[in-house]
């Protein structure tokens, strides 16, 4: 089965750092991969995700690369705020389910 | 509004008693899932159903079991053969089970058995 590891567990940044949280995974059947913010004692929402075509997505602040060959893909927040404070869980997905990742606990000081 | 509905947010049990988890949603997806968030971990799949009355096993379903009757509901049940069921169980939905599709999460149960 796919074996995700995601580094670091934890990041700690000031405001207005960027972060980069990395994301690898073994089954070379993975097609779709999407990262997700979990905010305490809420469920995880969707923020950025990539398809396996295409190697860079962008959306404001928040950036996703993958590499298919290395099998790895990464979250690049840039311009952290406060509210991006939160647990982000990569979740590459091959057949029907989505393998989470164990979690980066973010934290950005003011 | 549309969204996943949980409920209740708290529930306490005694061990040895089985307790059913309510999933509802208005989004007209086809697909729900399961999942169980212990403290530092990842989301772990326990069931997914892809269309009404069907569903399958996740990677880890012994001691749960679930029904699809209706296409909006998708209610857990924890059974007292589940050796540790203290944990934050989520619903999820997506419009198609196929892959490759968001899913959107309830706000979760926290559930405890003493």
């Not at chain 1, 705020?81 to 973010?106: H, M, N, R, W």
């Not at chain 2, 549309?2 to 306490?12: A, W």
């Not at chain 2, 997806?29 to 892809?50: C, F, K, T, V």
């Amino acid at each position: 089965g796919e074996n995700v590891e995601q580094h670091p567990s934890t990041l700690s940044v000031q405001e207005g750092d960027s972060a980069v949280i990395k994301c690898t995974y073994s089954d070379s059947a993975s097609n779709y991969f999407p990262w997700y913010k979990q905010e305490l004692g809420k469920g995880p929402q969707l923020i950025i995700d990539i398809r396996s075509n295409v190697g860079e997505k962008k959306d404001q602040r928040i950036a996703v690369t993958l590499n298919k060959t290395a099998k790895h893909f990464s979250l690049h927040i840039t311009e952290t705020q406060p509210e991006d404070s939160a647990v982000y869980f990569c979740a590459p997905q091959a057949g029907t389910a989505l393998i989470f990742g164990k979690g980066t606990t973010l934290s950005v000081s003011s | 509004d549309g969204g996943i509905t949980q409920s209740p947010k708290y529930l306490f049990r005694k061990e040895g008693q089985n307790v059913t988890l309510s999933c509802e949603q208005n989004l007209n997806h086809d697909a729900m899932y399961w999942y169980r968030q212990d403290p530092g971990q990842g989301l772990r799949l326990i069931y997914y159903s892809q269309i009404v009355n069907d569903f399958q096993k996740g990677d880890i379903a012994e001691g749960y079991s679930v029904s699809r009757e209706k296409k909006e509901s998708f209610p857990l049940t924890v059974t007292s053969a589940q050796k540790n069921p203290t944990a934050f169980y989520l619903c999820a939905s997506s419009i198609d089970g196929g892959g490759g599709y968001e899913q959107y999460f309830g706000p979760g149960t926290r559930l405890t058995v003493t």
